[in-house]
């Protein structure tokens, strides 16, 4: 017995798209090519389509877990940035809110499920092409549930790629880790010379606003950037239960990466990111420096001081390297 669901693709790379079926086995009768988009799947769709058999618990039936994915692809034609390659797969969805003035074409991607539950699995694919402006966001945070004791991490694998001349704001909301919950996210960057890019991620461990904190489970979020197709920086943090005192965490409950690549990137960006954050310096340790061309922010303290933080310095870093307004996209106010 089959149930049905939909992806969208851009069937001429306008504002046109066209519905195709997807066939997935209910539990207990998967078949080993788990989803079916045809042989005119592009390379793109088919990597975030790869086929995963979900593990049973100890004694038990197969458990049906999401197996989602997003493109998003933005092409500058006819003197503007247009929106050339859509793609998505439940429980992914991808929003276009109109964009404030001033500010380039926005896409926020959100999940539908609510949360992402162990053993879940997501794959976004963000490109901007060859001269192109947007700005990528997340319509909420992203919450990462309690797992059970023998299942497999979440898994969320994040591809940006930036052409010549381009430029991409990655501005994901934070993700909520629960207690006890089990993560694994990998962001690649792949970025043209002349290529622009202000990113990041933040992570809330456990719920404070109820008090929970992060006492058990596993986080492992890992970074890697390339320029021209040469690796530039590269960074992981793997917690296995709880955050230790040493080095640094102390207390804190969130942390936040935020990355800025231009192709000259000016010591001033550093000195100004650096006094933008200095008057949360009392509830949050920060750090601003430059590696290899990239200028690198990290944010480390409670939750409600670090996305406090983080907006301030998202806010002042799109306007001085970018020219855009002082502001981030609505959906991080509503």
């Known amino acids: 017995m089959t149930v049905e669901m939909c992806g969208y693709r851009s069937a001429n790379g306008g504002g046109k798209y066209e519905k195709r079926a997807i066939r997935t086995a209910r539990v207990g009768r998967r078949p080993s090519s788990v989803l079916d988009y045809g042989d005119d799947c592009d390379p793109h769709v088919a990597a975030m389509n790869a086929a995963t058999t979900r593990p049973a618990r100890s004694g038990g039936m197969p458990v049906e877990r999401a197996n989602g994915g997003a493109r998003v692809a933005f092409a500058f034609r006819d003197g503007a940035t247009r929106l050339a390659d859509l793609y998505q797969r439940d429980p992914c969805r991808v929003l276009f809110p109109t964009p404030a003035p001033g500010d380039p ?9 609510g949360g992402l539950a162990d053993g879940d699995r997501i794959v976004l694919d963000i490109a901007v092409g ?6 990528v966001t997340t319509s909420a945070a992203e919450k990462i549930y309690r797992a059970a004791l023998d299942s497999r991490e979440v898994g969320i694998d994040v591809t940006l790629d930036v052409g010549a001349a381009a430029t991409l704001e990655w501005l994901p909301q934070e993700t909520i880790v629960f207690d006890a919950a089990r993560l694994a996210r990998k962001t690649v960057v792949d970025l043209a010379p002349d290529a622009r890019l202000l990113a990041c991620e933040s992570l809330a461990l456990g719920r404070s606003a109820s008090g929970e904190r992060f006492t058990r489970g596993f986080v492992l979020d890992s970074w890697r950037l390339r320029r021209g197709g040469k690796p530039v920086w590269a960074d992981a943090l793997r917690l296995d239960g709880p955050p230790p005192p040493a080095p640094g965490f102390g207390d804190a409950n969130a942390l936040a990466t935020v990355l800025l690549v231009l192709p000259t990137l000016d010591d001033s960006l550093r000195d100004t990111a650096r006094a933008v954050l200095e008057p949360f310096e009392d509830a949050v340790r920060c750090g601003v420096s430059c590696v290899s061309g ?5 944010l480390l303290g409670d939750s409600t001081g670090v996305r406090r933080a983080l907006v301030r310095l998202l806010v002042e870093m799109r306007h001085r390297a970018f020219g855009l307004p002082s502001r981030l996209p609505r959906v991080w106010h509503t």
Do not use: F, H, N
């Open 130 to 135: 060859a001269g192109a402006t947007a700005t």
């Open 294 to 298: 990239v200028l690198i922010a990290r």
């Open 105 to 113: 074409p926005e896409a926020a991607i959100l999940t539908t499920s």
